[in-house]
């Protein structure tokens, strides 16, 4: 780091008394924002790059980027312990944000909003009901690329999905006793969810080409500030730093977490199991007794089934996290992938198990409609309630509290609040924890779309609206309730994209499997099941093969992407020929004229 | 490339001139060797990453490789046409040497062989015959890193091959007749081609890293030599160089070439029902008269149709190269996909299709074992015929050739020819085309042993003999039969890998089906075939999404390799920090200086 860590050093200080200074007490906040002359003194730090451009060479996301990596890069030189807390002591080289945070000198990390972008940006996106799309640059400015990409993909789902919900409408209009027409729909369905997935990496490519982000080389990865361990040498930069023996940590993942996650799963069979009975109770009951009321009674097991879903599985993200953080990653990458598979298997199998058994074993289509609806219709309700009308609720509370402050230091003036002010007030709000949840709702939803949404065709209609509301209170929530997030540069939407298409792949088997159970095609094979087996079973190997080839054969990149990456190696390379070529004339010149 | 431009253009003038003072003429040789000045004049225009290095700094396939990148890279600056020949005119910026070949001035162009080298690496690969493992780095060092990993697969697929061969041998002897008891031969056959391809790509890395070829960029690719198109501007470079519309390749690719290949699939179809029919001619004789000459006749169909599938796979060689010539691709690598596209598709379905006919639809297992034998054998001995006589043969008929040419010339001595008599006698060697067809014969056998062997264990035996002949047979055609190859640095077995793991998959699959119509298996589910199927297609998808899961997991680059790689660029990153912090305190003292 050199001449820059010495000026980061001295920044250091600076943020220290600087936000002292504006009373807010350096204990407990360190505060960045846009405008301040702090953020010009770090943009002076990142050098060459960033200076001599105008006001939009940065976006605010980037800049914010800058300066979190810029404050966790500053390192101990020659401070022996934090000024002013003796008992927080410094080491050469080592981190004085994170020294600050596990002592807990530090206690959050945060941008601030910035009010006016913010009404521009809230106005142009779920301010208005309108019929346009979401401004995913303006939101890639303000909250980054990670966001952006969580807000365009849910807006591609979303229009992806509208053929599927057209076409069910009348499906499920006029065919809806015959149950047994969906053959079509399921090969629409197989089609679609392979086209889906190919195209959105194209369009994320041209997305993220057009933010930078496309080529992006992983910097080198900082251990995560939860990851310890003994004092030893790093392997791969040969300075001390806690080092994990990756034997332990192998151990504990297929010791405790692989039991663990293999538990759940036979707890989550079980309650399906109990389920299955209760709902045979009730179907009894109706049987004896046709009322009204036993009528009800009969979707009460689906709907409490469908809360106890719910409910396991937040309780078991809960577990997830506890276990991957006891794990002890050293990068952040590793632990979110560890947690990312923890979490979907379970939650897949939690979601669909009940399904699957009443598709496969049971082979009750009608039984089957019935509790896909119930799911998703409950799950839907219950996400609206947590992320909509519960949103709604806690602003207006909060805009109450903040009334009656306001009320009780008469002085401020109500619109525009001093810096010190607007940290108090967004300090409280709470923390936004990426895009993990709303990625799985996402995902849960995709699975119930894509693997049996043939047996009740109004699924994609449900999903459609549920996602139209998502974008509004997702939207709202972002810009509203959540204290703003650092911004996180990505080139796609990562590990999801995977787990997409796991599921599209599971899909052609679900819609296979649907396809040949149908009466339809059995009415082809009338004297022989077995027949009509191998048959299945041989388009659906076929298909599954045709899926990998296309997926081989559709370049991720769309052609003009690739052309202009190309252009721009060709471009960089030549300049550095021409540098090289530029220093040996020069370097021979040099010789000629001293000899 | 400025300066360096200029002096490969005195270089140019250099060589023919060279060339011509060794009484070769010009007209037909450009030759290089490895000790000769013209090496060192390249060597120094390769700047400073060769100087200051011992002479084991570089390999000899090193050398060779930036020569020929070099001579290749040699543009036209002022000159207007090629010196002597005012018909073959110049265009500035165009390489020379592409169009001394276009125009037939340049008859050939190949790096010699290095006689001292040369005979040291036969001794210690192929002269003695003995146990331990071919001389990987020395081969590699003489003829580069795509022919070093070529024999290292080539090995390591054998010594895999081990184990299965040591099983098959009393499988074979004790259970003949006994061909029911294969269930556990498949499971076997099932992990073994998983884990054997995962393995290799981790022990390819480890070669490709020890070679230093394992993160090898992509240089930017020029057209092809074969490449023709109306002269336009590349959206890359934005130079002038052929261009052919991307439309019209596609419309040749799918309008031509994919219902070529599928006419030639439906005839290779033809020509096996033609065989069934043989066949089962051949049976009803030896039915009606059953004497040794009819039970010979029973075995002739096969070794005719082995024979036919053999020529059939050379002559479609031939189709497809000229097809995918034909479709004009702009880069080598493109072409080359496209040629291993057609040629795999092809000669897989030419050499197993009756196989798998015989096993799933006329489900005769004891034909089965007859059909793979046959085939097996017979186009072994066709290959050792073709790769291990006929060179053999050649080799002398050339050597009495040549002891008359000396005994014509008695002048020279008879061990050390002069430069240009060595040319002379190298240019009449056949060229070596790639390791192609190499690569092609190893994923035959490796389809016949993993997805059939269990029904013939004895397959395993015969392909493990095939490749320790091979390899002796194939190391001396590299050194006595063919002209030096350039060398060609590779990290990979390439698109080969792919191809393996394509076969691997199907052998799941197949190995499953096996499974499921073996009688032991059968005995389970006496009552219902259909319960037998489901189960067996349940398993089938289980183990396949293990697989992946399984490709997923086992990271392709060992730990130790990832280290050092992680360590290498932190190291390059942090000497870059060093340069630029030097840079700006070296800029910050001038600018006070001057002030």
């Not at 060459?48 to 451009?53: E, I, N, P, R, Y």
């Not at 009321?293 to 879903?309: D, G, H, N, Q």
């Amino acid at each position: 780091m050199g001449a820059g860590l010495y000026g980061a050093n001295k920044c250091f200080r600076h943020v220290t008394e600087r936000v002292s200074t504006d009373g807010c007490g350096a204990e407990d906040l360190v505060v960045f924002h846009h405008q301040t002359s702090f953020t010009r003194l770090f943009a002076h730090l990142t050098c060459s790059v960033l200076s001599g451009a105008g006001d939009d060479f940065l976006s605010m996301a980037e800049c914010q980027y800058i300066i979190k990596h810029q404050l966790e890069a500053l390192r101990a030189e020659d401070e022996t312990h934090v000024p002013g807390y003796s008992q927080a002591k410094l080491y050469p080289g080592k981190s004085i944000i994170r020294r600050l945070q596990s002592k807990g000198i530090l206690v959050q990390m945060f941008p601030l909003h910035d009010k006016e972008e913010l009404k521009r940006l809230s106005f142009s996106w779920y301010r208005t009901v309108r019929l346009s799309l979401q401004p995913l640059d303006a939101i890639r400015r303000y909250f980054g690329e990670g966001q952006a990409l969580y807000f365009g993909f849910l807006e591609y789902f979303t229009i992806a999905l509208l053929p599927m919900a057209v076409l069910g409408v009348p499906y499920y209009l006029f065919d809806w006793e015959n149950y047994d027409k969906y053959v079509l729909f399921a090969v629409f369905n197989l089609v679609w969810c392979t086209v889906l997935l190919e195209v959105w990496k194209r369009y994320s490519a041209t997305l993220a080409y057009c933010w930078g982000t496309l080529s992006r080389k992983k910097a080198f990865e900082e251990p995560r500030p939860g990851f310890h361990g003994v004092l030893g040498l790093n392997p791969v930069t040969g300075r001390k730093e806690p080092v994990f023996p990756s034997v332990s940590r192998q151990l504990r993942i297929y010791l405790v977490s692989l039991p663990f996650v293999l538990l759940c799963l036979y707890l989550s069979l079980y309650v399906m199991m109990i389920y299955f009975q209760l709902e045979g109770w009730a179907l009894s009951v109706y049987d004896e007794d046709p009322t009204l009321w036993t009528e009800v009674l009969t979707y009460i097991p689906s709907i409490v089934y469908a809360v106890v879903i719910e409910a396991v599985n937040l309780l078991y993200r809960y577990a997830a996290e506890f276990l991957t953080e006891w794990e002890n990653h050293r990068r952040e990458s590793s632990y979110q992938n560890h947690l990312v598979l923890k979490v979907l298997v379970f939650n897949f199998f939690n979601c669909f198990a009940s399904l699957f058994y009443i598709a496969f074993v049971m082979q009750d289509m009608l039984l089957l409609r019935q509790s896909l609806a119930t799911l998703l219709i409950t799950s839907q309700v219950l996400n609206q309630l947590m992320e909509a009308f519960l949103p709604y609720w806690l602003q207006r509370r909060r805009n109450k509290k903040m009334i009656r402050k306001v009320l009780r230091r008469r002085a401020i003036e109500e619109k525009e609040l001093p810096l010190a002010e607007q940290v108090r007030l967004e300090a409280d709000m709470n923390t936004y924890l990426g895009t993990f949840d709303d990625y799985l709702e996402l995902f849960l939803l995709f699975g119930y779309v894509s693997l049996f949404s043939c047996i009740y065709p109004l699924a994609a209609v449900l999903v459609v609206l549920n996602n139209i509301t998502e974008v509004y209170s997702d939207a709202f929530k972002m810009c509203k309730l959540f204290k703003r997030p650092f911004a996180d540069p990505a080139g796609s939407i990562g590990v999801w994209q995977l787990a997409f298409e796991t599921i599209s792949v599971i899909a052609v088997v679900t819609n296979c499997a649907l396809i040949g159970m149908s009466p339809q095609v059995k009415a082809y094979f009338p004297e022989s099941a077995t027949q009509l087996i191998l048959w299945t079973v041989a388009v659906e190997h076929l298909l599954l093969g045709f899926k990998f080839i296309l997926a081989f054969l559709i370049p991720d990149v769309p052609k003009h992407i690739r052309v202009k990456l190309a252009q721009i190696e060709f471009e960089s390379l030549e300049a550095l020929k021409k540098k090289k070529a530029l220093y040996f004339s020069e370097t021979e010149s040099k010789i000629n004229d001293s000899v």
